[in-house]
Every structure is written in structure tokens, then in C-alpha cells.
């Protein structure tokens, strides 16, 4: 019970991990050699982790631009 614990605290929680488990999934159904597998866990992981670092950096330059257009339109735009 303490791995399914371990598991589900710390694998399933982290959204990276989570798609890369999910490519194991896939590529285990394909039949594919274990390298390959691991590469495509590796690659999803990795890439994931670079797409939420791209798209952070992205809303936190865009927040100040929203809160100016807020300001001055008096729109009503969130970034969340």
C-alpha cells in the first residue's frame, strides 16, 4: 500500500510525469523495445517540463500588457 501511496503522491500529481507515463502506456501497447520507450518517456517528460517553463515566462511578460489595456479600454482580460 505504501508504493500505490508513493504512486499516487508523487507520480500522478506532477502533470510531466503523468504525460510521460501516459507515452509509456502507448509505446508499451506498441510493442515497442524498452529504449524506446524510455526515450519517448524521456522526450515527453522533458518536453513538457520546457512547454510549462515557455508558457510561464509568457504570462507573467503578458500581465503587465492586460492590466494596461484594463486601464486604459477598460476591458476585462485574465491570464490565468
Sequence with gaps: MAVWQFFANNILTQP???IGL???IG???LKKPWYEV???FIKATVGY???T???GG???TFRPVL????ERFQLSAMVI
Design 58 to 60: 509568457l504570462v507573467t
Design 67 to 70: 492590466v494596461g489595456l484594463k
Design 53 to 55: 517553463v515557455g508558457s
Design 38 to 40: 524510455m526515450a519517448g
Design 27 to 29: 509505446y508499451v501497447l
Design 49 to 51: 517540463m520546457i512547454l
Design 22 to 24: 501516459l507515452v509509456i
Design 16 to 18: 510531466a510525469y503523468f
